[in-house]
């Protein structure tokens, strides 16, 4: 009999909130988290507006050790508030004589965000001359300033096995520890596989999820060259519109979700509180081009239908599916159909949302922030909305949930990640069952 | 665990500072060549150190097809790394993918299926092409001559091109490959700074073993060689600096006189192949994949651990997966990356894991010929150690006369020992992160 792998806690740290219950509260109401960025000065940028996590403090929730983990990049400081709180709500954070070798990390981490003043400052630097004029960069004496001028812990904490490596410290986690960066895949294929790493018996215990913030300047400039943002400027608010006729780009949000993950047998053993059993877990290559998603969804279909298969779930079975949804043109386009082709006529009566519309897209951290909502749909028997939609799209035709919470029974659910260059994974998490 | 599928080896595909392919950079191993000189890519004046492991000449006309030549410009020095490695590993296991077809390098259609190839491939933190991005910060600068967010806003972003961003994702690596390829399936990139390599080719075996995937293209490949990679590990005093004026020598991994570690590129991807499905189309076997371990330190996330545990422990896991024990291992591969402080801890975690054994086993490391290739390091080691394996040859440890007084490593120090080697061991460690993954092979037998 294979390992079963049940969900036993679950933290974020969302630009709704950094705490589990009010968080979600705020996400049935429908709030929006987009506004003006603060963190860095974008007025002139082409999308001057993100959804940041505010009054954020690691030291409400890490006393331990809390110094030297403040110096953590902002991915290990949510990471590590984010798995706090997961493990306070699986009941591990009093001793229970868990052998710590059994317990393992695998985080979807970003690379942590560069330190931008110093970095440009010695940028500029570097590509001046004796004289002070502008040239091409000069390596030797870029390198002279950028020395004095770079800190190096900042730099040491950029290397995306960083939050990981800080949750195995804080956690006496000795087990396998990894990280994966899938691009905006990057925390569902990590979920995913730390699944297979309990169910091979590598661990008993995973915690597992994504950290990440692209919001400097480089980050929003990347994905702003690549057109990709909503410039929605005048109304921040209304940017973020999943599967809405107009939607023009997505929103660029940061945070963390952390899951605890654990044996079916484990959890029983300590009576832990389940939330749900991890059933299904597909991830796929578009390989394709690397601008474009396939024009079929040749790879999404392939990850939800491989997920189906290994969940032996069939279409039917699934009450909700939280959506990747970014409110690219491409991306919900593609993923209506994707959804079509594998739900077929029950297409029409899946419940879908995109959280995103609210939270902006936390890129290697939003799928398992959108699996936490999954997990609070079962447990809570409601759906959070597609909010900000107005305009019906013929080419997403389906039922997004629009703009309220919805109360429904919920057993089974399906979650999407599809990152840069074709990555396609999805995650289904089920009521647990006998 | 039941109903798992066997797994081996069946391509070798590195891009090393000693030779691009397996047969020549074996035969660079065996010959004890120093891939380390003075920095050519870039002026290294100006840096504490200035000598690296740079690869030979290689073009990436060499290792695409034809109708992917416009797509060269948005890779970055991993990605193309990457590339190249595919391809010798892809052309080395006798697989006829999109890629060898496409460029009429054999005839009829593809002899695998995409939708059972997959890919994992281990990345570092890629680094901007600082020319290209200096240069354009330099276009956003105010009155005073600072640079202006402002002005970043305005004009100064739009010069750089659009895609700019894609280059530097990790896991352009593997898009790129299972787009060149044709790999559909199973597609994961792990970043864990030196361990990724390891982490990857084990993660790969279990997604063949629970049979996602029939085959995958793994392992890793990075780049170091540009100023900024060059300064981040400079800031914490990882690189050698005394050396510059001996650079041939200057990675004395477990050396009495090591003095930090010399930056590299490289990387190689390896193809794991489920047992059946290679003798159905009659594959060469290099080895049997029989162990994967990985565990990760807890007493700092920056600094190893004195006592070893984390790597000691992910050689445990590994033994015991491979359900063998150290008594029959008869080649090890530590990491070897001549600082100081890891060589130490490294040393522990063997002895810790084998004991007195330690000192009976022959042991491999290439990090003096080769560097610290980052996220490609350890596929390069992995590839020699089953090449070791697979020909009963233990090649020299280049630069490894003169070892600390603690090692126990039995590094060939002259010509190639003839051996039989039954299984070995290989171990990579992420320096900071401090994630360990050991994998174990088997000589093939029926």
């Not at chain 1, 440009?120 to 960069?137: F, I």
């Not at chain 1, 921040?236 to 605890?260: M, N």
């Not at chain 2, 035969?27 to 200035?50: H, N, W």
């Not at chain 2, 522990?348 to 084998?354: E, I, Q, V």
Request: a negative charge; charged letters at 20%; aromatic letters at 6%.
């Amino acid at each position: 009999m294979d390992r079963r792998i049940v969900i036993t806690g679950a933290g974020w740290v969302t630009p709704l909130g950094h705490d589990l219950e009010s968080a979600w509260k705020r996400m049935l109401e429908g709030q929006c988290a987009v506004a003006p960025t603060t963190l860095f000065d974008a007025k002139t940028f082409p999308s001057a507006f993100t959804a940041e996590v505010r009054n954020f403090s690691l030291d409400d929730f890490v006393q331990k050790n809390v110094e030297a983990h403040r110096e953590g990049s902002r991915n290990a400081r949510f990471a590590l508030a984010a798995a706090v709180m997961a493990w306070r709500y699986a009941g591990l954070d009093s001793d229970l004589g868990l052998d710590p070798t059994r317990v393992g990390v695998y985080l979807g981490g970003g690379e942590g965000p560069i330190n931008f003043q110093p970095f440009a400052d010695a940028a500029v630097v570097g590509c001046r001359n004796d004289q002070g004029q502008a040239t091409p960069l000069d390596a030797p004496r870029w390198a002279q300033n950028a020395l004095q001028m770079l800190d190096a812990t900042c730099e040491l904490e950029q290397d995306p096995n960083m939050a990981g490596a800080h949750l195995a410290v804080h956690f006496g986690a000795e087990g396998p520890n990894l990280n994966t960066l899938t691009a905006c895949a990057a925390s569902t294929q990590a979920i995913g596989e730390a699944t297979h790493i309990i169910r091979y018996g590598d661990a008993d215990v995973m915690i597992s999820g994504g950290t990440h913030s692209m919001i400097h300047p480089l980050g929003v400039t990347g994905f702003s060259r690549l057109t990709a943002l909503s410039t929605r400027n005048d109304s921040p608010q209304t940017a973020s519109r999943p599967f809405d006729r107009t939607r023009d780009g997505f929103v660029l949000g940061e945070g963390a979700g952390i899951l605890v993950l654990e044996e079916l047998e484990h959890a029983r053993a300590r009576s832990a509180n389940i939330l749900a059993e991890i059933v299904g877990f597909g991830s796929t290559a578009d390989a394709f081009r690397i601008t474009d998603i396939h024009e079929d969804g040749r790879g999404g279909v392939a990850a939800m239908e491989a997920a189906l298969k290994s969940a032996q779930l069939s279409p039917g079975d699934i009450d909700y599916i939280s959506a990747h949804g970014t409110g690219t043109e491409e991306n919900d386009k593609i993923e209506t159909l994707a959804i079509r082709k594998v739900f077929g006529d029950h297409a029409k009566n899946v419940a879908i949302s995109s959280i995103k519309s609210m939270i902006g897209h936390l890129i290697a951290a939003a799928g398992a922030v959108e699996l936490i909502t999954c997990l609070l749909a079962i447990r809570d028997g409601v759906v959070p909305p597609t909010i900000n939609y107005e305009n019906p799209d013929p080419n997403c035709d389906l039922d997004y949930v629009p703009n309220h919470a919805r109360k429904m029974p919920v057993r089974a659910c399906l979650s999407n990640s599809f990152g840069f260059g074709g990555q396609n994974d999805t995650v289904i998490v089920k009521a647990l069952e006998d | 665990m039941a109903g798992k599928r066997r797994v081996v080896v069946t391509g070798l595909g590195v891009a090393t500072p000693i030779g691009l392919g397996i047969e020549t950079f074996w035969d660079a191993l065996v010959q004890r060549q120093s891939g380390l000189r003075r920095i050519q890519t870039f002026d290294p004046s100006g840096q504490p150190s200035q000598i690296a492991g740079e690869l030979p000449d290689f073009s990436l006309r060499d290792f695409i097809p034809k109708g992917y030549r416009k797509s060269v410009k948005v890779m970055s020095r991993d990605i193309e790394i990457a590339v190249a490695c595919a391809y010798h590993a892809v052309t080395d296991a006798g697989l006829k993918t999109k890629c060898v077809v496409e460029r009429g390098e054999a005839q009829g259609e593809p002899n695998i299926d995409s939708r059972r190839f997959g890919a994992n491939i281990g990345a570092g933190l890629i680094c901007a092409d600082l020319t290209e991005l200096a240069g354009a910060l330099n276009t956003a600068v105010d009155e005073q001559d600072r640079f202006s967010l402002t002005h970043w806003g305005t004009e100064g972003m739009s010069n750089l091109t659009p895609l700019w961003l894609l280059k530097f994702l990790p896991n352009m690596l593997a898009c790129h490959v299972t787009i060149v390829h044709d790999a559909q399936a199973l597609s994961n990139t792990i970043t864990c700074a030196e361990a990724s390599s390891h982490l990857a080719i084990g993660e790969a075996f279990r997604t063949i073993a629970r049979g996602d995937v029939d085959v995958s293209v793994c392992g890793g490949a990075e780049s170091k060689i540009n100023p900024m990679s060059m300064a981040r590990p400079q800031l914490w005093n990882r690189l050698t600096t005394d050396d510059n004026d001996n650079p041939e020598t200057a990675s004395r991994p477990f050396g009495a006189k090591r003095r930090g570690m010399v930056a590299a590129e490289g990387g190689g991807l390896v193809i794991l192949e489920a047992l059946d499905h290679a003798k159905a189309r009659g594959a060469r076997i290099y080895a049997e994949m029989v162990g994967f371990g990985a565990a990760a330190d807890v007493h700092s996330w920056s600094k190893p651990d004195p006592a070893g545990r984390g790597m000691s422990l992910a050689l445990k896991n590994a033994l015991a997966d491979a359900g063998t024990t150290k008594a029959s291992i008869d080649l090890v591969t530590p990491f070897g990356t001549a600082t100081i402080e890891h060589d130490a801890a490294e040393m522990t975690a063997w002895n810790d894991a084998f004991g007195a054994k330690l000192a009976e086993i022959s042991a491999l490391t290439t990090r003096g010929s080769v560097g610290n290739n980052g996220a490609g390091a350890g596929a390069i080691d992995f590839a020699a150690t089953v090449m070791a394996l697979y020909r009963n040859t233990i090649p020299p440890s280049f630069n490894t006369g003169d070892l600390d007084a603690d090692c126990d490593f039995r590094f060939v120090q002259n010509d190639p020992v003839d051996a039989k080697i039954s299984q070995a061991v290989s171990l990579g460690y992420a320096l900071a992160g401090r994630q360990s993954g050991a994998l174990v092979i088997r000589k093939f037998e029926e």
